[in-house]
């Protein structure tokens, strides 16, 4: 069974790309996938001071992970998104649906104070059902 939205009747319908839950049955693998940020494989900073740019890098390291767990983006059910500025909530949502094309994932958007890097602006971790 691919992965499914719930929604209740009883709840206001999301206000950016995501749903107010998922629900994966799978005989698979869990992958928790650690916060992404937008380092590019060399190491370098994808898009500084560039929301935009931070949150494309951020969702290609989120796919290039789950790829690695022999997954796809549509496997991931849940993430939860650490932002500087909460102002460019619009902007970010507007990258995850180019990347989250089906099922949108749970979520979770909290704005933070600091990242471990003055430059970062997003970090998303995520939980990915990988059915086998």
């Known amino acids: 069974m691919p992965k499914k939205a719930i929604i209740s009747p009883q709840l206001a319908p999301p206000n950016g790309h995501f ?3 998922t629900v994966i049955e799978t005989n698979g693998r869990l992958v928790f996938i650690s916060g992404m ?3 590019t494989q060399d190491g370098s900073i994808a898009g500084v001071g ?5 949150t494309h890098q951020v969702c290609q390291n989120l796919k290039a992970a789950v790829e690695a767990a022999e997954g796809t983006l549509d496997d ?4 939860d998104v650490y932002v500087r500025n909460m102002e460019d909530f619009d902007a ?3 990258v995850r649906r180019q990347y989250f ?4 994932p749970a979520s979770t958007m909290v704005e933070v104070s600091k990242f471990v890097n003055k430059d970062y602006l997003i ?3 995520a939980i990915a059902a990988i059915r086998d």
């Open 123 to 125: 970090e998303i971790n």
């Open 101 to 104: 094309t089906g099922v949108a």
């Open 50 to 54: 560039d929301i935009t740019a931070q």
């Open 76 to 79: 991931i059910a849940r993430v």
């Open 19 to 21: 749903a107010q839950a």
């Open 92 to 94: 970010i949502h507007a």
């Open 37 to 39: 940020t937008a380092r």
